[in-house]
């Protein structure tokens, strides 16, 4: 019955037993996974077929901050919510240049690469937002629609750093996180406080407990404009795609007059959403209405129609 090369199939067979699990692991938002970016492990939840949506968080936050959306995109596209490095079940590698947003943008081309796709729509709220902007310039080929909330063009946010010093004031928090040792005052719960929902709010602590805090402030150190604040002097790359931008007007941190002229550094056309009864996270205070604003502006039915 056995042979010689019994023992070495038998631990042929053990390696991958061990090593690939026989079954993803879902739940009732979708199947969970990981991309891998050279070393650095993102890990997602991905549901629905069609035209690839990548979705990126901001902070604090995790892939579940897309909870509200992502069923109703799932209905016509392939939605996929990562975790930013140092993030909830993603790597948490050391280094504040491994959080700088062309760093992280490279990251996310790795997610369309493990999805076998050239392209995406690409969706980001505050940092997610920066890293989506980043992503649309560094890689202007492999976007072919832009969603941004409450994240204004970093060479907006630039000028009202440099001349609005309402803006300059409210980032104060920002300089804080930029200093030394800054996330030793940082605790999952306080992290989670802005959270409403109590069973959202303890999964957020779990989330944020497995997390790095010092990676999340490495994203404010790497990338956050120091002062003395200066205007660009150079031009960007502009954006090829249409961009829809969503704005909670409430944003204390990221003021509304951020948005202007952000056409400036576009090719395709600006649809601009403001919210007058959200705050920052403008898709957790009117989830429908973000949920349906991004439908309408994506038109999946004209889309997927043969």
Request: net charge neutral; proline share 7%.
């Amino acid at each position: 019955m056995f042979n010689k090369t019994s023992p070495f199939l038998f631990l042929v067979f053990l390696y991958f037993f061990c090593n690939f699990p026989l079954s993803a692991e879902t739940d009732e938002y979708g199947t969970h996974g990981f991309a891998m970016s050279g070393d650095v492990k993102i890990h997602y939840v991905t549901s629905g077929s069609g035209p690839l949506v990548v979705m990126i968080h901001g902070f604090p936050d995790y892939w579940y901050s897309w909870r509200h959306q992502m069923p109703e995109l799932a209905k016509h596209f392939k939605v996929v919510a990562i975790d930013l490095p140092g993030y909830n079940k993603s790597s948490q590698p050391s280094g504040v240049e491994n959080y700088q947003l062309q760093k992280i943008a490279a990251d996310v081309k790795a997610v369309l690469k493990h999805f076998n796709e050239e392209q995406a729509i690409i969706v980001g709220h505050d940092w997610g937002g920066a890293v989506a902007w980043q992503f649309a310039m560094q890689y202007p080929d492999a976007v072919t629609r832009l969603v941004i909330l409450n994240l204004p063009h970093p060479w907006a946010m630039r000028r009202e750093l440099a001349t609005n010093p309402t803006q300059a004031q409210n980032s104060q928090y920002a300089r804080d996180f930029q200093q030394p040792g800054a996330h030793k005052a940082l605790t999952a719960e306080g992290l989670a406080n802005w959270v409403k929902d109590d069973d959202a709010r303890r999964r957020y602590v779990t989330a944020f407990k497995r997390s790095s805090f010092e990676a999340m402030l490495n994203y404010y150190k790497a990338n956050y404009p120091r002062p003395p604040y200066k205007l660009q002097q150079n031009d960007p790359i502009k954006v090829k795609c249409p961009v829809l931008m969503i704005h909670g007007l409430g944003d204390v941190y990221l003021l509304a007059d951020g948005l202007n002229g952000t056409w400036n550094w576009l090719e395709k056309p600006l649809t601009l959403v403001t919210v007058p009864n959200a705050k920052h996270f403008v898709h957790h205070d009117q989830p429908e209405f973000v949920t349906e604003t991004m439908l309408r502006w994506l038109n999946p039915v004209e889309k997927l129609s043969p």
